[in-house]
């Protein structure tokens, strides 16, 4: 139980597009879904947590113009990365939880390329 | 800014070789988490050990927690191949924050 999948699991695309991740809890609601970047060989840094049905809180740092969030449904929230410029180029992996549990469930990743 | 930092970055040993990976962190948590990462994927949660508690096993897994120096350890024993992959902790206060990781290669 607990999977979350994530979609797609790799993009590429031009300079000055938007690009739309999905990250969807399969077998459970999540009451919590937090968005993280991680570039190579480094840990994962965590760029905003979102609530259902509440606008998301943004880390220090992020630009919430820039990465936008949204967390419509217990089982669905997207990040999509506007205008996206190659410095945007990274790994952004999801996780999600649950009302209780401590651990948080993680999708497998997409593999930004922003050309 | 992270809070958990992990040592050592990386570590090789061979199949049948135990593998430590260290962790510290800097302000209070609830609990102390530990997640595994293959190459290009998510992490997957493998064991979670409370602030009250000192040690806790898990299969191969062995996590200690000295919270009176900020600490925590992950020992796997009998190593496999199938180990090998980035090892992170998670510390979890008002929320959970990652450590740099171990990259752990385990050769056959």
């Known amino acids: 139980g607990a999977v979350v999948s994530q979609h797609p699991s790799w993009v590429i695309c031009k300079s000055g597009t938007s690009v739309k991740i999905e990250c969807r809890s399969l077998d459970f609601q999540a009451t919590t879904m937090f968005w993280y970047r991680q570039f190579p060989k480094q840990s994962l840094m965590l760029m905003a947590t979102s609530n259902e049905g509440s606008k998301a809180t943004y880390e220090q740092g992020v630009e919430k113009d820039k990465f936008l969030i949204n967390h419509a449904s217990l089982t669905l929230s997207t990040l999509t990365v506007t205008s996206a410029h190659p410095e945007d180029s990274s790994f952004y992996i999801c996780?999600?939880?649950?009302?209780?549990?401590?651990?948080?469930?993680f999708g497998a990743g997409t593999r930004l390329s922003v050309l | 800014s992270q809070q958990g930092e992990e040592d050592p970055q990386a570590l090789s040993i061979q199949e049948g070789e135990n593998a430590t990976m260290n962790c510290s962190y800097k302000?209070?948590?609830?609990?102390l988490q530990w997640y595994r990462q293959n190459s290009g994927r998510g992490l997957v949660h493998l064991i979670l050990?409370?602030?009250?508690?000192r040690e806790k096993h898990s299969g191969r897994l062995r996590v200690t927690l000295d919270t009176s120096k900020k600490s925590s350890s992950l020992l796997i024993t009998a190593s496999r191949a199938a180990d090998t992959a980035s090892y992170f902790c998670g510390a979890a206060g008002n929320k959970l924050t990652f450590g740099g990781g171990t990259r752990v290669l385990v050769k056959p």
């Open positions: 302000t209070s948590i609830n609990n």
């Open positions: 996780s999600a939880t649950f009302q209780g549990q401590n651990i948080q469930y």
């Open positions: 050990i409370r602030s009250n508690e």
